[in-house]
């Protein structure tokens, strides 16, 4: 028959191993998220670097269009006056 010491410091024994592996299972699931946390993140910043890149686009498109179409009119308008 075991003493009760004995006992008990297997009881403790077995809880700190316990103990040790929750633990370990709980700084694993941190880096987890932190890693997937960190994904996420960068994910966003390339949709909205993506987004503003796409926006700066068509601006430009819409300006230089804008200008070659003021540029045009003033162009016939000055030829209209000289000539006319």
């Not at 003493?3 to 592996?21: D, G, I, N, V, W």
């Not at 370990?24 to 503003?52: G, I």
């Not at 003033?74 to 030829?79: G, K, S, V």
Request: charged letters at 30%; proline letters at 1%; hydrophobic letters at 45%.
């Amino acid at each position: 028959m075991a003493s009760p010491a004995l006992k008990m410091r297997q009881s403790l024994a077995t809880f700190e191993e316990e103990l040790r592996e929750k633990m370990q299972e709980e700084r694993r699931l941190s880096e987890r998220q932190f890693r997937t946390a960190v994904v996420r993140s960068r994910k966003r910043h390339v949709e909205k670097r993506k987004k503003r890149t796409s926006m700066r686009f068509w601006v430009l498109v819409t300006s230089l269009v804008i200008t070659a179409v003021v540029v045009t009119i003033a162009m016939f308008e000055t030829l209209y006056l000289l000539l006319g």
